[in-house]
T-cell receptor, first 118, second 111 residues
Framework: GAVVSQHPSRVICKSGTSVKIECRSL??????MFWYRQFPKQSLMLMAT?????????EQGVEKDKFLINHASLTLSTLTVTSAHPEDSSFYIC??????????????FGPGTRLTVL | GQNIDQPTEMTATEGAIVQINCTYQTSGFNGLFWYQQHAGEAPTFLSYNVLDGLEEKGRFSSFLSRSKGYSYLLLKELQMKDSASYLCAVSADNYGQNFVFGPGTRLSVLP
C-alpha cells in the first residue's frame, strides 16, 4: 500500500521556539495532504488541507500564522509550529491522498509526531 | 453542521464478537471509513463503505445504511491485540477528500 512518513517522530522544544514537521509520500504523488492534531483520548481534528503548489485551507479556529503549512512538491508537505507554547503539545498526524492506486478518496496516514513544548 | 457519534468506550471478552456503531449527519456523503488506532500510533485503514450493505474482510465487517445515517463495524473472534480505538470517518465533501472523524470508540478486550 501507499506509504507516508513523518519526521521527526518525537520532538521536545522550549516555549517560544519554532518546530518544523515533515510529511512525505514515499511511493506515490500526493495531490492533497492533510494535517491533523490529536489530544489524548480524543479523535483527530483536521487543522488544514493543502494542495500542491497552492495555499493551505485552514479549519475554523486554526491560526494560519501560527501553523505554517507548505506543500511545495507532490511528495512533501511541512507544518511549522511557530512560537510554540505548552498548549501546542499534541500528537500531529499528516495524511495524503492522490495517485496511490487505492480508493479515490482514501487518505494514507503518517506515523505521527509527538510534540512536547516545555 | 457535521456530526458523527460513536460510543466512547466498549469492553468485550477474547473470542467474542463486538459491534461498534456510528451515526452521522453530514452535509455531503462520499463514503464512510473505519480506522483502527493504537495509542500513540497513526490510524490504519480497516474498511470502506459507499453503498448500502455489508462489506466483509476477514474478522472485520462493516455495514452501511445511508438512509439512516448509520454504520457499524463488527469484529469477530476478538483477540487481545484488537484493544484499540476505532474511528469512524465520513468523506463529506463533494470532492470526497475532507474527512470528518467521529470521537472514536476505545475497545478493551479482556482475557
Amino acid at each position: 500500500g501507499a506509504v507516508v512518513s513523518q519526521h521527526p517522530s518525537r520532538v521536545i522544544c522550549k516555549s517560544g521556539t519554532s518546530v518544523k514537521i515533515e510529511c512525505r509520500s514515499l511511493d506515490f504523488q500526493a495531490t492533497t495532504m492533510f494535517w491533523y492534531r490529536q489530544f489524548p483520548k480524543q479523535s483527530l481534528m483536521l487543522m488544514a488541507t493543502s494542495n500542491e503548489g497552492s495555499k493551505a485551507t485552514y479549519e475554523q479556529g486554526v491560526e494560519k500564522d501560527k501553523f505554517l503549512i507548505n506543500h511545495a512538491s507532490l511528495t512533501l508537505s511541512t507544518l511549522t509550529v511557530t512560537s510554540a507554547h505548552p498548549e501546542d503539545s499534541s500528537f500531529y498526524i499528516c495524511s495524503a491522498s492522490g495517485l496511490a492506486g487505492g480508493l479515490v478518496n482514501e487518505q494514507f496516514f503518517g506515523p505521527g509526531t509527538r510534540l512536547t513544548v516545555l | 453542521g457535521q456530526n458523527i457519534d460513536q460510543p466512547t468506550e466498549m469492553t468485550a471478552t477474547e473470542g467474542a464478537i463486538v459491534q461498534i456503531n456510528c451515526t452521522y449527519q453530514t452535509s455531503g456523503f462520499n463514503g464512510l471509513f473505519w480506522y483502527q488506532q493504537h495509542a500513540g500510533e497513526a490510524p490504519t485503514f480497516l474498511s470502506y463503505n459507499v453503498l448500502d450493505g455489508l462489506e466483509e474482510k476477514g474478522r472485520f465487517s462493516s455495514f452501511l445504511s445511508r438512509s439512516k445515517g448509520y454504520s457499524y463495524l463488527l469484529l469477530k473472534e476478538l483477540q487481545m491485540k484488537d484493544s484499540a480505538s476505532y474511528l469512524c470517518a465520513v468523506s463529506a465533501d463533494n470532492y470526497g477528500q475532507n474527512f470528518v472523524f467521529g470521537p472514536g470508540t476505545r475497545l478493551s478486550v479482556l482475557p
